[in-house]
């Protein structure tokens, strides 16, 4: 009998792969685009049963309700849908699926060979390779009161990030802010009707 | 049957890394290559979240992977920019075509 862990672990792979595949295979956009939907959603999935629940939060606000609102509005704006120009052209599939395949079997092939050392270190992980500990951090209502209190992940993770993100990050996390504001301006300059050329075909606004 | 672990996340994140290797190569929609790229970032953060799951680098690569959904969200917002850009000025967002950006 599997234990939870592994169900969610390969319900969440099946949704993943599966929608990452179709969108690498649609031959319509939207298709893929609401695929990729499914992918997203599935990747949170998958840092909830790491227990990164504040990552799984925000891989959903961000991905979800902003990127890829991004490209539905880039897919909307810039096919033109009288014309069902709306599948995609594909090019030179069968080598870039040899390379691909190849690139696959190499990492596979990596991964599995690895000698992946075992850390018990950190208290509240717990061991990661038991599974039964596992079991208890992914599901602390099955842990005794004691183990549950010792794992962080009864606290969430949003306290220790936001601790590091103002100590040991700090530096990062500002440039990277800094970096946020200036790819705005960047993209708001970069999208801005060009006043001064009226040749150019004005996007329809009032849409 | 073999209890999951490390293994296993870093083998879903090969496949969605390979997958997304495959859309930027195949497609020719800039938008459908943007969301390759997507996809290969979220392999990258599936391995940063697994190795703080299972290593010792106690949260650092849960926050590698928040910068990394940061630097994605600016990537998308000017690359967005840019095709739309491209679109009026030359009516299409085909990489094979598209081939200036300025007159």
């Known amino acids: 009998m599997p234990e939870l862990f592994d169900i969610f672990f390969y319900l969440f792979a099946l949704v993943i792969v ?8 649609s031959h319509n956009i939207v298709h893929a685009a609401f695929a990729l939907l499914f992918t997203f959603f ?14 799984a939060v925000a891989q959903i606000l961000i991905y979800v309700g902003g990127i890829l609102i991004l490209l539905v509005f880039g897919v909307m704006l810039t096919n033109r849908v009288s014309n069902i120009d709306i599948r995609a052209a594909v090019r030179s599939r069968i080598p870039a699926f040899l390379l691909c395949g190849a690139l696959l079997f190499i990492i596979v092939s990596l991964v599995t060979s690895g000698h992946w050392i075992r850390y018990d270190q950190p208290p509240w992980k717990g061991s990661p390779w038991n599974h039964d500990a596992v079991a208890s951090v992914t599901t602390p209502m099955q ?6 209190s010792n794992n962080q992940g009864s606290q969430g993770t949003a306290l220790e990030i936001g601790k590091l993100a103002m100590t040991d ?3 990062p996390f500002e440039l990277v802010s800094i970096v946020l504001l200036v790819a705005l301006i960047g993209a708001a300059t970069l999208a801005r009707q060009d006043k001064s050329n009226k040749s150019t075909i004005r996007m329809e606004e009032s849409t | 049957m073999i209890p999951v672990g490390l ?3 870093l083998v879903l994140s090969a496949v969605l890394f390979v997958l997304g290797i495959f859309t930027m190569l195949t497609r020719k929609n800039a938008i459908a290559v943007l969301m390759g790229i997507e996809l290969i970032l979220n392999a990258a953060n ?3 979240v697994a190795f703080t799951r299972y290593g010792a680098v106690n949260f650092g690569g849960q926050m590698a992977a928040i910068f990394v959904i940061v630097i994605a969200a600016c990537e998308a917002a000017v690359a967005l920019a840019i095709v739309l850009n491209l679109y009026r000025r030359s ?5 094979t075509e598209a081939n200036k950006l300025h007159d």
Do not use: K, M, R
């Not at chain 1, 599966?18 to 295979?25: C, E, H, K, R």
């Not at chain 1, 842990?143 to 549950?148: D, F, I, K, N, R």
């Not at chain 2, 009516?91 to 990489?95: A, F, G, K, L």
């Open chain 1, 169 to 171: 990050y700090l530096l």
């Open chain 2, 91 to 95: 009516q299409t967002i085909s990489v």
């Open chain 2, 7 to 9: 293994p296993h996340f």
């Open chain 1, 18 to 25: 599966t929608s990452a595949v179709l969108v690498a295979f």
């Open chain 2, 46 to 48: 599936i391995n940063f």
């Open chain 1, 143 to 148: 842990g005794t009161p004691t183990e549950v």
């Open chain 1, 42 to 55: 599935g990747i949170a999935g998958v840092y909830v049963i790491l227990s990164a629940d504040f990552l």
